[in-house]
């Protein structure tokens, strides 16, 4: 993968799998007008990429993950620039997740604000024992802006989102996984337990894993059970589910194409 970035580091392992990394420490990896648009340009070349079956998203150092927004760009905006910037980070979050290769962040420190929203907007979530989990929106008279009032209550239920968005309250990684927002806690480094999630996954059918992506966010609307069926009854002229099924009965390791 040949492209470069000023705010993040984009590179690829043998196993297909992708590591976004953002990268400014000395501002604690915080989300300004530059890394949402840098790492919308990356998503899309993960999404686009026929090499690339899944992705870490991660920061830079062991201090933050995306310690939030750039404070000092939001202090100036007005009422128009404000939804506008908004629905910015809104656009960049929801290419995360609406990725059909599986995306898992492996949170390392803080992951406040944006950064939590940034994390959420991932399929997975691994976080190292040092992680730290917030939204202090409410503390400077705002309100979680890039999606976190929408997906928050979809992954811990609405009474403990309203908790920790009205209270700005900072969890740390056991109560985070208690909680259900993160699917782990790294014994060691985040980013490689991460990657040993992807590999575990990556054993699948690509088009299966794709599909079940796709029908899990699909639920709770009134055309979940319809789009779960269609992909099922897709899925079952495929080359993977032949394969798949005849390597069961014949009690052998699956070869998948992805076809």
């Known amino acids: 993968m040949s492209l470069s970035f000023d705010t993040l580091i984009l590179d690829r392992d043998d196993n297909g799998i992708a590591t976004i990394t953002i ?18 340009e990356a998503v899309k070349a993960i999404r686009k990429d026929q090499q690339i079956m899944a992705a870490i998203l991660t920061g830079t150092g062991d201090k933050a993950f ?12 007005d009422g128009s620039a404000g939804q506008a910037t908004s629905r910015k980070g809104q656009q960049v979050m929801q290419l995360v997740e609406d990725s059909r290769k599986p995306v898992v962040a492996a949170v390392n420190g803080y992951a406040l ?12 979530r691994v976080a190292g024992d040092n992680a730290v989990f917030g939204l202090p929106e409410v503390g400077l008279g705002l309100i979680p ?8 209550p979809l992954i ?12 700005a309250k900072q969890l740390k990684a056991a109560e985070a996984l208690e909680m259900g927002l993160v699917n782990r806690i790294a014994e060691d480094n985040p980013v490689e337990a991460a990657r040993s999630l992807l590999m575990t996954i990556l054993e699948n059918g690509p088009l299966a894993i794709r599909h079940a992506i796709e029908a899990v966010y699909q639920s709770g609307t009134g055309e979940g059970y319809q ?15 032949a394969e798949g099924t005849s390597a069961f009965l014949e009690k052998r390791p699956a070869d998948f194409k992805g076809k």
Do not use: W
């Open 23 to 40: 990268n400014r420490p000395a501002k604690l990896n915080a989300l300004n007008a530059e890394v949402l648009e840098e790492l919308e």
């Open 66 to 77: 995306v310690a939030g927004a750039d404070i000092r760009e939001l202090r100036d905006l």
């Open 113 to 124: 604000g944006g950064g939590a929203e940034l994390a959420m907007a991932c399929h997975l």
């Open 145 to 152: 802006g890039y999606g976190g009032t929408q997906r928050l």
């Open 156 to 167: 811990v239920g609405r009474a403990r989102a309203l908790e920790m968005i009205l209270s």
């Open 227 to 241: 789009v779960e069926a269609d992909l099922f009854g897709k899925l079952c002229e495929t080359e993977d589910f």
